[in-house]
């Protein structure tokens, strides 16, 4: 109810961190165009394997000096996984602790996203994109509430036998087709891309295994660095023909992993991947890390170390848009800002900060990586104080979702979002 809303509103205000000034505006008007890693961990770039970069296009992207890129970036999904990568990102809200927070409350809830912020604010044309079924994670239903104008999925794709692997059409040809729908977006346009070759479980035809499976013997682990290669290609070739046309002058991109693509059921397997001698289970946790990185031109980048995850992404964007950002409903803070909390939450109240982690009910010293077994009493209190924060954001947020509240919250300069205003269907002429 209402009052629900006045204290989720309390805890935001107190909470709350002053947005980067410097970076303040920066990419103004520019197009955003996001790119949805699937499954794609931080630990892929700069990975070799038989002497070959796995994915060279995405760690030029890391290291250029155009790039915004983050090094202690986590994702932070539960079982709604690529669903609630997409939640966050749209509206800085958590999933929920079980399912999808998208397919159980996307037809019905109100939402303040980042599609309608952008359209209402500075009058953005918004779409995604996607090579597999719209229906999918509800989202022919959800981003109409989210305020998405336009969502192409499969049925606005040639599709062949060929085309197709896993969940929809391999990334190569998901982009080249795509092409001819954004170069109809009036601009600026946010859009996003979503990927899907690189997902579980890791296959993708002859023609395109460019670069060697792992040798762990674990079946489930060795094809990902194939998958994830070919899905660095297709971004190389996106990138190459925006980059022909110019539109890479006017844009921003956004590029993201949205989970991991090895679970912690394979402990070994990633050990060996990444040459350690055991895999513990901090270990897996710090490989809950994806990329972040923002690119465009004359952006004055780096790799910054600060600790923050997927909630955060829609402030850290609104503010390089130098789209005012104060009285909305969301749970990140910007990650320029020198104020930002870099306590990451994972769905499960586990959280990792540049100090100590939780996981599980053991806690750690980040910088060692070993268990702290015996804390003293102002440790033991630190402790517990981060992980009731974590707890009561994620149960605030949860309670946004369930109990709808943003029906109740109107701030002044926002228009509720109609969403049988959009209509998805494919015109056949
Ligand atoms: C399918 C894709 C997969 O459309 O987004 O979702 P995931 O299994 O990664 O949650
Ligand atoms: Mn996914």
Same mark, same amino acid.
């Given at each position: ?7 989720? +509103?309390? =805890?935001?205000?107190? %909470? &709350? ?5 410097? *970076?303040?505006? @920066?990419?103004? /008007? !520019? ?28 760690? +030029?992207? =890391?290291?250029?000096? %155009? &790039? ?5 970036? *986590?994702?932070? @999904?539960?079982? /709604? !996984? ?45 779409? @995604?994109?996607? /090579? ?298």
């Amino acid at each position: 109810n209402v009052s629900d809303l006045q204290s989720v +509103k309390k =805890y935001l205000k107190s %909470n &709350s961190v002053k947005p980067n000034a410097t *970076y303040t505006g @920066v990419a103004k /008007g !520019k197009n955003v165009l996001i790119i949805h890693l699937e499954s794609f961990q931080q630990f892929l770039i700069d990975y070799k394997w038989k002497g070959k970069a796995v994915t060279p296009n995405l760690n +030029k992207l =890391y290291h250029s000096k %155009n &790039s915004l890129s983050f090094a202690n970036f *986590y994702n932070q @999904v539960g079982q /709604g !996984k690529t669903s609630d990568a997409e939640m966050m990102l749209e509206n800085s809200l958590y999933g929920l602790q079980s399912g999808s927070a998208m397919s159980s409350y996307g037809t019905s809830n109100t939402f303040e996203s980042a599609p309608a912020i952008l359209k209402q604010k500075a009058n953005y044309t918004t779409a @995604v994109m996607h /090579g597999g079924a719209g229906s999918f994670w509800n989202r022919n239903n959800a981003y109409k509430q989210f305020g998405y104008q336009y969502f192409m999925p499969l049925s606005y794709y040639d599709n062949k036998p060929k085309y197709y692997i896993g969940y929809g059409l391999k990334d190569k040809i998901f982009f080249s087709q795509s092409i001819k729908y954004i170069e109809r977006l009036p601009q600026p346009f946010y859009l996003k891309l979503l990927t899907v070759t690189n997902h579980y479980p890791y296959e993708i035809d002859k023609k395109n295994q460019k670069i060697e499976r792992t040798d762990t013997g674990d079946e489930t682990v060795d094809g990902y660095v194939q998958t994830a290669h070919y899905l660095d290609q297709a971004v190389g070739e996106l990138l190459s023909w925006m980059k022909k046309t110019g539109l890479d002058q006017k844009t921003i991109l956004v590029l993201y992993g949205d989970h991991y693509g090895i679970s912690g059921n394979h402990h070994q397997a990633s050990a060996e991947l990444l040459k350690q001698a055991d895999f513990t289970n901090f270990d897996n946790l710090k490989f809950q890390r994806v990329p972040l990185i923002f690119n465009m031109r004359g952006l004055n980048g780096g790799i910054k170390k600060t600790y923050g995850g997927e909630i955060d992404v829609l402030p850290t964007l609104l503010n390089l848009l130098g789209i005012n950002n104060q009285d909305t409903i969301q749970f990140g803070h910007d990650l320029l800002s020198s104020a930002a909390p870099q306590i990451v939450a994972q769905r499960n109240g586990d959280f990792i900060t540049p100090k100590y982690a939780k996981v599980g009910g053991n806690y750690y010293n980040t910088k060692t990586g070993l268990e702290i077994e015996h804390p003293d009493k102002k440790l033991k209190a630190e402790l517990v104080g981060l992980s009731n924060k974590v707890t009561t954001q994620l149960s605030l947020s949860d309670r946004v979702i369930t109990g709808n509240l943003l029906r109740f919250y109107k701030p002044k300069w926002f228009k509720k979002v109609a969403p049988h205003k959009y209509d998805y269907n494919e015109k056949k002429s």
